[in-house]
């Protein structure tokens, strides 16, 4: 399984667009990346899912470079409930392994 | 509707006691897992299990056990080989990689 890693924590302020890179160098031809979102004292929820280039949902869009040795999470005009951990998974579709390392704490400051 | 059930959403044990914690979906998902959960910390797999009758060892099983004897049911007991068992649990299924759904977790704490 490919390793991630990620900024142990960001600030940012209500309104502004948030950027969180995960680097996952060894990255295999098979894998996903998978994000996820986690509140305090619940379990994670899914936010997006890409292999390469960008995706966008209602929620974040995810850029993926053409070498997909890292990808960035956009969050756009950031609000305080989304104060959380946010997770970056590395997985291929057939191994169903979900390996979780320790996360960007992001707080939203007013 | 669908989703994902764990329970107790508290649980104290005992010095040297056994518990099991329960964990149920309904969203017909093959892939199951268990994780801890410590204060500040990232998630780590105990077990996961793919299909029925059949389950792996994940990055901290020691001291743990599951069944899965049922698609819907895949229960964790913490056993008295477990050293350190006070944490957050939190249990989840998935049909793909794609995405996972997790349960509201089981904070268990040893008395």
């Known amino acids: 399984l490919a390793k991630t890693t990620q900024p142990i924590s960001m600030d940012s302020y209500e309104g502004q667009e948030v950027n969180i890179t995960c680097s996952h160098n060894n990255i295999a031809t098979n894998d996903y990346i998978t994000w996820y979102q986690q509140f305090p004292s619940q379990g994670p929820r899914f936010i997006i899912q890409g292999y390469k280039t960008k995706v966008t949902n209602e929620v974040a869009s995810l850029f993926i470079p053409a070498d997909r040795k890292s990808s960035t999470l956009s969050l756009p005009r950031v609000s305080l409930s989304d104060t959380a951990v946010y997770y970056c998974l590395v997985g291929d579709a057939y191994g169903q392994n979900f390996v979780f390392g320790p996360g960007t704490r992001l707080s939203v400051l007013p | 509707d669908g989703g994902i059930t764990q329970s107790p959403k508290y649980l104290f044990r005992k010095e040297g006691q056994n518990v099991t914690l329960s964990c149920e979906q309904n969203l017909n998902h093959d892939a199951m897992y268990w994780y801890r959960q410590d204060p500040g910390q990232g998630l780590r797999l105990i077990y996961y299990s793919q299909i029925v009758n059949d389950f792996q060892k994940g990055d901290i099983a020691e001291g743990y056990s599951v069944s899965r004897e049922k698609k819907e049911s895949f229960p964790l007991t913490v056993t008295s080989a477990q050293k350190n068992p006070t944490a957050f649990y939190l249990c989840?299924?998935?049909?793909?990689?794609?995405?996972?759904?997790f349960g509201q977790g089981t904070r268990l704490t040893v008395v």
């Open positions: 989840a299924s998935s049909l793909n990689v794609a995405e996972a759904f």
